[in-house]
């Protein structure tokens, strides 16, 4: 009996397979940012009034940059909003992997 098993196929713990096990987050990786009620509230303290950018709410999801890690499950993001000039981004720190509000995801293509 040959053996067909590939790197790729062995499991390395915790039920995961080299291939199926997330990548550990980088600098400058695009992520998706799941904003919080928390988040919303700094925001619309910024430009209460909506001049500068488009309205926000719990839940909305947001296209960020990883500007810093914090492990490997773990970064300081730079949220990009619907606007323009300083009111057009958000920073979200420390904030962890997920699928939750206040939590990011990698983007898969």
């Known amino acids: 009996m040959t053996d067909t098993t590939t790197t790729a196929?062995?499991?390395t713990g915790g039920g995961l397979t080299a291939e199926s096990r997330?990548?550990?987050?980088?600098?400058?990786d695009l992520?998706?940012?799941r904003l919080t009620e928390s988040d919303v509230a700094v925001i619309e303290t910024t430009d209460p009034g909506h001049a500068h950018r488009n309205r926000v709410h719990a839940g909305q999801v947001c296209a960020a940059?990883?500007?810093?890690?914090?492990g490997p499950d773990?970064?300081?993001?730079?949220v990009i909003l619907d606007g323009a000039g300083v009111f057009a981004d958000f920073w979200a720190?420390?904030?962890s992997r997920g699928t939750e509000p206040g939590q990011w995801q990698p983007i898969v293509h």
């Open 9 to 11: 196929d062995v499991d």
């Open 22 to 28: 997330p990548r550990p987050v980088a600098i400058c």
């Open 31 to 33: 992520v998706t940012y």
């Open 65 to 70: 940059v990883v500007v810093a890690k914090c």
């Open 74 to 78: 773990a970064a300081n993001l730079r």
């Open 93 to 95: 720190t420390s904030r």
